[in-house]
């Protein structure tokens, strides 16, 4: 994992056994519904070149969390997780020391809440919510934006009062990438991308594209905009597996990134952040003990 391999800066895991993934829902998303684990993931990663990865929750459960830190703790390929507790707890600093206690508790690099979800447009700018921000900020771990497009200004405006804390926004914020259009996505990811403690996943490109018809040309006006708006130095590639099997499978979304950036002029040290530099830097990635 110290090596010069690339990152993988999003992924999951589920146990159907364990657990249902609620969010399963239509004939469209039937390829979802078996267990994806580790050892599902590791040749594929390993056929790519990726030497680490960080693993994100997906449910709003929180059991689910020491699952993923003891999965990193035996693990030597996932080197962080980004999990989920309560942010509008009045003991989330204690939950947050608590989950940095438990076996592979040195590992959890994150902390993401299903926002695109809420109804509440207003809800990142909760005091309750608020309050739980500056606690993961305390705890020196990263938040991850999970949102929709439309709530792009909600997330600027919650990131500019918490300049101490790192804002990873999934996805690129999810734009509608399927119909082509780019406004008011691309000003709204702009004006995100101008505070200096916000970075992006280029990652879940595929799945906002059309599944069964997207081409690297209708990926690149997305990821341009947003290596120019963040700069290689805030954006870190991810491949949002398994999700992404719905429309392309995993060395098809590692093969999609590298012909998106193939035409953006970046330099070898570009390409070294937005493929393992950036995450490291974000998530402060360490190899195992």
């Known amino acids: 994992m110290s090596g010069p391999g690339l990152v993988d800066s999003h992924h999951?895991?589920?146990?159907?056994?364990?657990?249902?993934?609620?969010?399963?829902?239509?004939?469209?998303?039937?390829?979802?519904?078996?267990?994806?684990?580790?050892?599902?993931?590791?040749?594929e990663a390993s056929s790519a070149g990726v030497t680490a990865t960080v693993v994100v929750q997906t449910v709003t459960v929180a059991e689910e969390t020491p699952e993923l830190l003891a999965l990193a703790d035996g693990s030597d390929l996932v080197a962080g997780v980004v999990g989920w507790t309560d942010l509008t707890s009045p003991g989330i600093a204690h939950e947050l020391a608590r989950l940095r206690g438990l076996p592979g508790g040195g590992r959890l690099v994150g902390i993401r809440h299903q926002v695109q979800g809420e109804r509440d447009p207003g809800w990142l700018s909760r005091a309750d919510v608020r309050r739980g921000l500056e606690a993961v900020a305390s705890a020196g771990l990263a938040y991850?934006?999970?949102?929709?497009?439309?709530?792009?200004?909600?997330?600027?405006?919650?990131?500019?009062?918490?300049?101490?804390?790192?804002?990873?926004?999934d996805h690129l914020g999810k734009p509608p990438i399927a119909s082509g259009a780019l406004e008011p996505w691309a000003s709204d990811v702009r004006a995100l991308a101008s505070l200096p403690n916000t970075v992006c996943k280029l990652s879940?490109?595929?799945?906002?594209?059309?599944?069964?018809?997207?081409?690297?040309?209708?990926?690149?006006?997305?990821?341009?905009?947003?290596?120019?708006?963040?700069?290689?130095?805030?954006?870190m590639w991810g491949s949002d597996w398994p999700v992404c099997v719905l429309a392309a499978p995993y060395g098809g979304v590692v093969?999609?990134?590298?012909?998106?950036?193939?035409?953006?002029?970046?330099s070898a040290g570009e390409w070294g952040a937005v493929f393992g530099g950036t995450a490291r830097g974000a998530y402060g990635l360490r190899p195992p003990a």
């Open 12 to 43: 999951h895991v589920w146990d159907l056994g364990v657990r249902d993934q609620d969010w399963f829902s239509g004939p469209q998303l039937a390829p979802l519904r078996r267990n994806f684990t580790l050892d599902d993931l590791r040749p």
């Open 204 to 235: 879940g490109m595929v799945t906002e594209a059309a599944w069964a018809s997207w081409t690297v040309a209708d990926l690149r006006p997305y990821a341009e905009t947003v290596l120019d708006a963040f700069g290689a130095g805030r954006v």
């Open 255 to 266: 093969g999609a990134a590298r012909g998106v950036l193939a035409g953006l002029g970046l």
């Open 144 to 169: 991850d934006l999970v949102v929709r497009a439309d709530q792009l200004p909600a997330c600027a405006r919650v990131a500019a009062l918490h300049p101490g804390l790192t804002f990873v926004l």
